[in-house]
């Protein structure tokens, strides 16, 4: 799929993209956005080596 390599879907993001099959360009950016600094904030937490790249 085109999420290969990335973790499962946040919950909030499966609810907004239910009511909203046709998303505009500028809320899947957005979307992408918030899942991204979400998945980065997570890694910022953990701290866990090798978790990172570089």
Request: charged fraction near 20%; include cysteine; glycine fraction near 12%.
């Amino acid at each position: 799929g085109e999420r290969d390599g990335l973790p499962p879907l946040p919950s909030v993001e499966v609810c907004i993209h239910s009511g909203q099959r046709d998303a505009s360009p500028a809320l899947a950016g957005l979307k992408r956005v918030v899942v991204d600094n979400l998945i980065a904030n997570l890694a910022d937490t953990r701290q866990e080596p090798g978790l990172l790249p570089g």
